[in-house]
């Protein structure tokens, strides 16, 4: 029995009062802060910038990740791991040299993630799951909040669960998760859950409350 990782999607908090999210999901038990770059060419959009980042690692001491949706990131993992970021997400397309960053993430004593876009296979990234220490698939196409759910995604899920025992990756999922899928994907083994506006911002409940229910999901044999 295992416990599922709550991971709120910071690009969702509200920006006016950014410290005070971060103090109110650190208390209400959140394990991750996700924190979203992007640079506009490899998504069509603009994420949070490196003084969020400094700002979110500032004020908790959980851990936090950062999913790089730009082009080439090699060039800027050591400033995310000078940023204290613990965990290091890229895409498999963005880099010619993947399997050299994702050493050199590992290496400087960091944890290593991949994130697989909707149409990205399992075929396409399986060499790489020995590098891995988190797979995050994608449940929507990345650089938008408030998007709805690409059910046929859970397909790949579904490989990558059967295919897991051969290595040493948890899973995790972002994009849309409501909590009817928290409860479904915990239960067959998905380890994390990226939230956003589906199941933890902008609800009528506090962060405490919505977390303690999912919390209810989160012991599965």
Sequence with gaps: MRE???????????????KNEVEQLDKAGADIFHIDIM???????????????EL???ITN??????????????????FIDLRADIIYIHPE???QITRTLETIKNKGKKSGIAINPGTSIGNIEELLFLVNYVMVMTVNPGFAGQKYLNFVDRKIEKLLSIKSNYDFEIMV??????????????????????GTSALFGKRKSYLE??????????YE
């Design 4 to 18: 599922i990782l709550i991971c709120p999607s910071m690009m969702c908090a509200d920006f006016s009062n950014l």
């Design 210 to 219: 919505l977390i303690e229910k999912y919390r209810e999901y989160n012991i």
């Design 94 to 96: 963005s880099d010619n």
């Design 39 to 53: 640079d506009g060419s490899f998504v069509p959009n603009f994420g949070m910038g490196l003084q969020d980042f």
């Design 56 to 58: 979110v690692r500032k």
């Design 174 to 195: 972002d994009g849309a998760v409501s909590p009817k899928k928290i409860k479904e994907l915990s239960k067959k083994g998905v380890k994390g859950f990226v939230l």
């Design 62 to 79: 959980k851990l936090v990740d950062v999913h790089l949706m730009i082009n080439n990131p090699s060039e800027y993992i050591e400033k």
